[in-house]
Nanobody, 127 residues
Framework: VQLQASGGGLVQLGGSLRLSCASSTNTSTTYAVTWFRQAPGKEREGVSCISRNGISSTYYVDGVKNRFTVSRDFAKNTVYLQMNSLKPEDTAVYYC????????????????????WGQGTLVTVSS
């Protein structure tokens, strides 16, 4: 079972990117999927999560709820993170992950609770 994150790149302040998290099987993305990010010199932090049924979502970082949107396409076994109005502080490597068992998003996203990870995709926001 593998997750593949893609869609990162270099964007200017205020720009947009859409990250994708695709599964090599149809099992990983049938559970809740969480996006994390890790900036240089900082710990990995949870950004957003979408539930197994795609109905509920959670945003863990203050200030991203009105700029980021998480969604999933069941037909494509893919979870997306649409990021708008990007800021330099959004610069990080973004990862998608799942614990392979949860239907709903946790109240807090701890990286140690996840055992299936995508390889990460770099997002750089220039000012």
């Amino acid at each position: 079972v593998q997750l593949q994150a893609s869609g990162g790149g270099l964007v200017q302040l205020g720009g947009s990117l859409r990250l994708s998290c695709a599964s090599s099987t149809n099992t990983s993305t049938t559970y809740a999927v969480t996006w994390f990010r890790q900036a240089p010199g900082k710990e990995r932090e949870g950004v957003s999560c979408i539930s197994r049924n795609g109905i509920s979502s959670t945003y863990y970082v203050d200030g991203v709820k009105n700029r980021f949107t998480v969604s999933r396409d069941f037909a494509k076994n893919t979870v997306y993170l649409q990021m708008n109005s990007l800021k330099p502080e959004d610069t990080a490597v973004y990862y998608c992950a799942t614990d392979g068992r949860s239907n709903f998003c946790p109240g807090s996203a701890l990286a140690t609770n996840y055992n299936v990870w995508g390889q990460g995709t770099l997002v750089t926001v220039s000012s």
